[in-house]
């Protein structure tokens, strides 16, 4: 199965995807995170992104499509896969389109999680991370037990350096821009499916499941 979560940055598809992905019994496969990875141990790859990702660009889709397509020949998306931050442009939605026609394969479902600009500057000023496991937290939404520290595994939690109000504000041109069309894109494919997001995380993450048939 071939899911994609869809939405502004700071919707939610971190948050959910951990839920989606055991649920269906797909590997989570996040973009922005594979990106972070390779910056954070310097991989060419990582050197040619880091200027994109600070500025809150896109990756050109070159970059980012043999990167993806390269991670989805890994043995852990045999059963299918849920893809967070992928596609952000029509061009990475057809790439995905053809090489999945090539496997036999073809995107199942987008759900697309819809929250509103003032709710994501929001959430995004208050985010919190944890470095080892990639856990997401929010500092008065859903606060760690203890500050500064993951209750899933104890490691260090820190703030994006794209979350910073300014790159935060070009993300979400970004988003209008180049990442919006997919809406249409995937409408027009009869597979999008749209959830509010602007209710709390478990009441999405109940919503979610059920358009998907997952629940
Ligand atoms: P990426 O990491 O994909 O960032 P994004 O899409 O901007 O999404 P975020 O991770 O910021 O938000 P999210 O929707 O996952 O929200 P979260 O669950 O954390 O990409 C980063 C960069 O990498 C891009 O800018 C680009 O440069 C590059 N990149 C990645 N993919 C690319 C691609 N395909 N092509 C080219 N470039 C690419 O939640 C946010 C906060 O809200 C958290 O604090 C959370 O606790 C809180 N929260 C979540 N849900 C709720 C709720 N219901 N109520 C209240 N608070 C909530």
Redesign the pocket.
């Known amino acids: 199965m071939i899911l994609i979560?869809l939405?502004?940055?700071?919707?939610?598809?971190?948050?959910?995807?951990a839920l989606v992905s055991k649920q269906a019994g797909v590997a989570h496969v996040?973009?922005?995170?594979?990106?972070?990875e390779n910056i954070r141990n310097q991989t060419e790859l990582g050197i040619q992104?880091k200027a994109?990702?600070d500025?809150?660009?896109?990756?050109?889709?070159e970059l980012?499509v043999r990167m993806?397509l390269d991670r989805l020949d890994r043995p852990d998306t045999q059963k299918g896969v849920l893809l967070?931050?992928?596609?952000?442009?029509v061009e990475?939605a057809r790439a995905l389109d053809q090489a999945l026609a090539k496997r036999g394969q073809t995107v199942d479902k987008v759900l697309y999680?819809n929250?509103g600009e003032e709710?994501?500057v929001r959430?995004?000023a208050?985010?919190?991370?944890c470095r080892q496991c990639g856990a997401?937290?929010?500092?008065t939404?859903?606060p760690p037990k203890k500050p500064g520290v993951c209750d899933n595994c104890g490691g260090e939690l820190y703030q994006?350096d794209?979350?910073k109000p300014e790159t935060v504000r070009n993300?979400l041109g970004?988003?209008t821009r180049q990442t919006a069309p997919l809406i249409d894109y995937y409408k027009g494919q009869d597979k999008l499916l749209e959830v509010n997001?602007?209710?709390?995380?478990d009441?999405?993450g109940k919503d979610l499941l059920e358009v998907a048939g997952l629940a």
């Open positions: 979560l939405g502004p940055p700071g919707a939610g598809k971190g948050t959910q995807a996040a973009t922005g995170d594979l990106f972070r992104a994109f990702v500025k809150g660009a896109l990756v050109p889709d980012t993806l967070d931050g992928f596609p952000r442009t990475q999680i929250v709710e994501v959430r995004l208050g985010r919190w991370t997401v937290y929010h500092q939404f859903s994006r794209d979350d993300r970004v988003y997001g602007e209710k709390e995380a009441a999405v």
